[in-house]
């Protein structure tokens, strides 16, 4: 997976996983697509002899060759990059991205309790849980963990606001400076890392962490480029995993990651495949399966607003009604990603209670002759089959994503089809990853398919698209998002009245107004919703989460993981 497909993904990969998507994947935001990684010549073939039997379970995922690097902040650790860093560090609340609405499970907290506005946060710690090296976790290694990410900005990620810290017996307290409302989620899910380990270290922003000591059921075993093995440990304070044993193998690419899921090697990964039904549930459709469900973030076309003709809206309301994305769904992500329904962008279901009511029965659909309407009112012409600008210039444009990144490619070319149907003449052009991110970065680009953030509500998706407090100029590095360079005041008045507002009917008003200006403005192209999915086998082992049953997303790299295998039960 490529990026930060999850920034929880943590962010693509996500990566989203995004891969970014994503990639790969972090808590919160989300990911890139899904094309081959580089890596060594190793394909990584990755060893068998797993299985309920033996209480193993083994993982995978596509990330070429890891460094020994343990550390859960960071999202290019091995850690992260495997998942294997939610076995070790838990959260303090267990949260579900498929059902963002469900209320959180406790887990290092019993209790949470939000006042003054969400400006204030009282945390009840369980009592009687001990980190892996056998001494207590307390209060203290909790306040510890947010007073290290107040005074080290590398490891807060999320940039919470941190103001007070202080702890009274078993209770942490924690005041912000405005309203947490829209980062309550991230709040809650952190991790918890041992006070009397971290204190001693340097810089954490730096620290490999190679022996990690964590509250989890698991500690790590031993740790090569190509697997890392994590063991179960007795003095867990939950009821025990039935998995004894996770191996965590990283294949060189996707094809080899692919190959590993068909032969029975790789029991559990999140890898984008093509002909998935062929190439991988037909080796075995008793027991191979995959659930790729969708957060509240998407796949988009981004079209670069601040370059002319794409700053007028007409032309972007255009693309919107021609983009062909039952097409998309099928030729560039083989059906496996969720579609995009919902002219909000909001993916459906998880977004159902947030739709406002003139949107609620909207759906997208290919409308050629509406699009042209909205060219021709706008001030556009047609000259012929060429559409042709207010200022009489034909529109061209480039479409532009990284080489290798095949289900993005397959999607700009049906994108490039659609909008020869309006007279726009488009090319596809491709670049290398780092190229392309930093032109991305940049405003240096016509449009791009990309990944959005993603959360617990809409919020996180509109505020990346959206809003002007992330706006640069063209040629300035716009890292946390807008990379559409969208200018739009009351867009970023409606974020601000959502994340400080003192109720829901106001949250509900400012959601409602983002919901019209994505309709009416369309800063992004919705193209498919981003999906937190997983392949897995239950061969050996099942109570993996799936539509009948949505208790968490099933993807490796989430934080919610640790959950999945404490739900495994052997299969015979």
């Not at 073939?45 to 343990?70: D, F, I, R, W, Y």
């Not at 991230?186 to 270290?201: E, G, M, R």
Request: proline content about 8%; glycine content about 8%.
């Amino acid at each position: 997976m490529h990026g930060r497909r999850s920034k929880t993904t943590p962010t693509l990969l996500a990566v989203l996983a995004a891969a970014a998507l994503v990639a790969g994947c972090t808590s919160g935001t989300t990911a890139g697509p899904s094309g081959p990684v580089a890596g060594s010549s190793d394909s990584g073939s990755g060893k068998s002899g797993g299985g309920a039997t033996t209480g193993v379970l083994n993982v995978g995922m596509p990330n070429g060759p890891q460094t020994n690097n343990s550390n859960p902040f960071l999202g290019t650790s091995a850690g992260a990059s495997l998942g294997y860093r939610f076995m070790i560090y838990e959260p303090l609340v267990m949260l579900n991205g498929v059902r963002p609405s469900d209320k959180g499970v406790p887990w290092l907290a019993t209790a949470w309790d939000w006042a003054d506005n969400y400006k204030k946060l009282t945390l009840t710690i369980r009592d009687n849980v001990s980190w892996s090296d056998g001494k207590p976790l307390t209060a203290e290694d909790v306040a510890y963990t947010f007073d290290l990410m107040k005074k080290t900005e590398a490891l807060n990620i999320n940039a919470i606001p941190f103001r007070d810290i202080t702890t009274t017996g078993n209770q942490v307290e924690l005041t912000f400076p405005s309203s947490q409302f829209v980062n309550q989620t991230k709040i809650l899910q952190q991790f918890v890392i041992p006070k009397h380990i971290w204190s001693t270290v340097k810089d954490p922003s730096t620290w490999t962490d190679q022996q990690p000591v964590g509250s989890g059921p698991y500690t790590l075993k031993s740790f090569t480029t190509q697997t890392v093995t994590l063991t179960r440990r007795d003095s867990y304070w939950k009821d025990l995993p039935q998995v004894s044993e996770l191996r965590y193998t990283s294949y060189n690419d996707n094809t080899a990651q692919t190959t590993a899921l068909a032969s029975g090697a790789s029991e559990w990964s999140f890898v984008f495949m093509p002909n998935y039904k062929q190439i991988y549930i037909a080796k075995d459709p008793q027991h191979n399966n995959l659930w790729f469900p969708s957060g509240l973030g998407i796949h988009g076309l981004w079209l670069n607003t601040a370059k002319k003709p794409l700053d007028n809206p007409a032309l972007r309301r255009a693309i919107n009604l021609v983009v062909d994305r039952e097409a998309i769904f099928v030729q560039a992500e083989s059906s496996l990603y969720p579609k995009i329904e919902s002219p909000t962008g909001i993916p459906l279901p998880a977004g159902e209670p947030y739709l406002a009511p003139e949107y609620k029965d909207a759906r997208l659909a290919v409308d050629i002759d509406a699009a042209k309407k909205e060219l021709t009112d706008g001030g556009f012409t047609f000259d012929g089959d060429t559409l042709k600008d207010p200022s009489g210039k034909p529109v061209k444009i480039t479409l532009t994503d990284p080489a290798g990144w095949s289900d993005y490619l397959t999607g700009l070319a049906i994108i490039k089809e659609s909008l020869k149907k309006i007279g726009i003449a488009a090319d596809v052009r491709t670049q290398t990853v780092d190229a392309w991110t930093s032109a991305v970065n940049n405003g240096d680009f016509d449009a791009v398919l990309h990944w959005t953030n993603s959360g617990a509500t809409p919020y996180d998706m509109y505020e990346n698209i959206m809003d002007g407090s992330l706006l640069k100029p063209l040629g300035k590095a716009a890292t946390g998002g807008n990379f559409g360079r969208f200018k739009s005041d009351d867009a970023t008045k409606a974020l601000n009245q959502y994340a400080n507002a003192a109720d829901d009917a106001t949250r509900t008003d400012a959601l409602n107004k983002l919901e019209k200006i994505m309709v009416e403005q369309v800063p992004v192209v919705p193209t498919s919703a981003a999906p937190i999915g997983a392949e897995y086998s239950t061969k050996h082992w099942t109570g993996w989460p799936d539509e009948s049953n949505p208790y968490g997303p099933p993807q490796p790299t989430q934080p919610n993981s640790l959950d999945v295998v404490l739900h495994l039960k052997p299969a015979s």
